[in-house]
Each structure stands twice: as structure tokens, then as C-alpha cells.
Nanobody, 120 residues
Framework: QVQLVESGGGLVQAGGSLRLSCAASGCIFRINTIGWYRQAAGKQRELVAAITSRHSTNYADSVKGRFTISRDNAKNTVYLQMNNLKPEDAAVYYC??????????????WGKGTQVTVSS
């Protein structure tokens, strides 16, 4: 199994910044993509940002230019730097990891989520 532990959420005023971290541990073989999704109350979970093993990144249009995703392969950790936060960024942020295991199966794992609240 793989465990994902998120940290860094909290309450911030609009225009402020937060940095989320997600540390992966357990049966890690080859991480393909690791990233962040978010789910606001009453809405579907959506991709925020993801980064591949080759450090290619993908961002939701709504966060481009404000959020930056990065990863430390040695620590199996992914970060999400969130700047200029807006009230509409408020949500539970979930870490997601996709890896290929030793028999070639692609598996996905989710963290428990961390709350981000943005006050206007």
C-alpha cells in the first residue's frame, strides 16, 4: 500500500499564500504522476495541478500563473505553492499519486485531504 500525508492547509485571506505538501510512503515503485485535486462544497473533484516523473506539469486554467507544483523525487514529496489565493480556491485539497507497480499495473492512491479556506 501507499500512504499519502498532506499538510499545509489552513485559513488565509484573499491575496495570501499557502504551501501544501504531500509525502508519499509505503510500497512505492515507479511514480508516474503525482498531483493535487480539490473539491469544493457541492462541486465535483477537479484537477488543480500535476507533475510527471520527468517534471512535466499540467495546471487547471483557473490556477495558472498563481500556483506552482514541484516535486522532490528523493523524498517522494510533492508541493503546491499557492499564491494570490481567491475565495473560489477554497476547497479540500487531495494529493493523488499514480504509479506502475512491479507487475506493470497502474494504480492510483489518494490522500485524506487538507482544508484550504480563503476569506474575502
Amino acid at each position: 500500500q501507499v500512504q499519502l500525508v498532506e499538510s499545509g492547509g489552513g485559513l488565509v485571506q484573499a491575496g495570501g499564500s499557502l504551501r501544501l505538501s504531500c509525502a508519499a510512503s509505503g510500497c512505492i515503485f515507479r511514480i508516474n504522476t503525482i498531483g493535487w485535486y480539490r473539491q469544493a462544497a457541492g462541486k465535483q473533484r477537479e484537477l488543480v495541478a500535476a507533475i510527471t516523473s520527468r517534471h512535466s506539469t499540467n495546471y487547471a486554467d483557473s490556477v495558472k500563473g498563481r500556483f506552482t507544483i514541484s516535486r522532490d523525487n528523493a523524498k517522494n514529496t510533492v508541493y503546491l505553492q499557492m499564491n494570490n489565493l481567491k475565495p473560489e480556491d477554497a476547497a479540500v485539497y487531495y494529493c493523488n499519486l499514480e504509479q506502475t507497480n512491479f507487475i506493470g499495473s497502474r494504480l492510483r492512491y489518494w490522500g485524506k485531504g487538507t482544508q484550504v479556506t480563503v476569506s474575502s
